[in-house]
């Protein structure tokens, strides 16, 4: 039997953070990580056309929390990234959130003040007091035209399931712009680390009180290890249960297959991300990473995601159905003493990055608190 102080499964940011900051207060930590990497989705490396590209995807940093942009700051240098995003609709190019360009060029307006383009969306949309579903979200929003050209097949090709199939969450928080602004976030703090996420990970786990076992499946190896103050597990929370309350209807998750090409030439697309929000092709996005921190090589990598059934889980799928599977996952996890579930998979929740740290901070200080009142009662 092996003793640790805490102990963390998954070195993604909840596992990373959660790590340094008993590390930090003297406790010894054991982090077990079935991939062969830390950094979890956040991993990139430098590929063989000597371009910094992330294995899972383009992730984007971004947040208003003051708390969180100081606590990454610590272990990286950031450089200003302002991330946009456009789309092919039909046979044109427009920015994505949609602003007042994307309805000029899809429907020939002439939209040039904010005043106008809310009456335009005002004209259009279907008004919905509380929508039920992410259909209802969108046509709410914008409309029947955008929610037709923009988001209906998109998100059916990104779920797997129309807007009406899933919570008005998914799509409730898309973000529409009255003005000219076609930067995909709003944020105070919009950034990307210097040299990649890789590092700063590497810098968040390098204090000596922490241990990483790679290439080790948590559920191989737990009977060896006991006595733990703590143990945080950030992963899919119906597999730390075997999955007792999924044997006939399983928690759902979304997968994505990136596909990787190599192309002799300097750029293939004008902008780092463009969406495909049509039927036309199967995947939903092309990221060339080439364009992410000015970087230089003679050919170029471009990704190519098709979201899939199978495979490593990404996104929980929100809709009823899965929320009443969860619950009883949650429900049992409850009942777990010493034992947390943090992350996306293991609260069956989606999180943006930033918010990703800020609940792995809080957690933190919120354990620390109880902890210290409780020893200060004992003692």
């Given at each position: ?37 830390i ?114 097949h998109?998100t ?55 241990e ?5 499946d948590?559920?191989d ?54 969406n ?5 092709v ?14 230089k ?16 889980p ?10 009443e ?18 992350g ?17 901070l ?18």
């Amino acid at each position: 039997m092996k003793q640790v102080d805490i102990l963390i499964i998954g070195a993604g940011i909840s596992g990373s953070v959660l790590a340094e900051r008993y590390a930090s207060i003297g406790k010894k930590v054991l982090i077990i990580e079935k991939r062969n990497h830390i950094a979890g989705n956040c991993y990139d490396y430098i590929d063989e056309n000597n371009i910094l590209v992330s294995k899972y995807g383009a992730h984007l940093f971004h947040t208003n929390e003051e708390s969180v942009w100081n606590y990454v700051n610590q272990f990286s240098d950031w450089y200003p990234w302002e991330h946009k995003v456009i789309a092919r609709v039909d046979d044109k190019t427009v920015p994505i959130p949609v602003n007042i360009t994307t309805v000029n060029r899809l429907f020939g307006t002439d939209i040039n003040s904010e005043q106008q383009m809310i009456s335009w969306l005002e004209e259009n949309r279907t008004p919905i007091e509380k929508p039920a579903n992410g259909e209802e979200a969108v046509l709410n929003r914008v409309g029947s035209v955008l929610y037709e050209k923009m988001f209906k097949h998109y998100t059916k090709k990104q779920w797997d399931k129309y807007p009406a199939e899933l919570d008005a969450s998914v799509l409730d928080r898309i973000p529409v712009r009255y003005n000219y602004d076609d930067r995909y976030f709003s944020d105070t703090y919009q950034a990307l680390p210097q040299g990649g996420y890789t590092q700063l990970f590497e810098n968040i786990v390098k204090h000596p009180n922490i241990e990483i076992l790679l290439d080790t499946d948590y559920f191989d190896v737990k009977e060896q290890y006991t006595g733990y103050e703590k143990l945080f597990y950030t992963g899919p929370v119906d597999r730390f249960f075997d999955f007792k309350h999924s044997l006939t209807e399983k928690l759902e998750y979304r997968s994505i297959n990136f596909v990787s090409e190599t192309i002799n030439t300097e750029f293939f697309q004008e902008n780092s991300v463009v969406n495909y929000p049509g039927t036309e092709v199967e995947f939903t996005r092309i990221i060339e990473y080439k364009h992410f921190g000015n970087q230089k090589s003679e050919k170029t990598t471009v990704v190519r995601e098709y979201t899939v059934d199978e495979g490593e889980p990404y996104y929980p799928v929100p809709n009823p159905r899965n929320a009443e599977i969860y619950k009883k996952y949650k429900d049992e996890a409850e009942k777990l003493l010493d034992v947390h579930f943090v992350g996306r998979l293991a609260n069956y929740k989606y999180f943006n990055m930033d918010q990703a740290f800020k609940n792995a901070l809080d957690l933190f200080d919120t354990l620390e608190k109880k902890d210290k009142i409780t020893y200060k009662t004992a003692g």
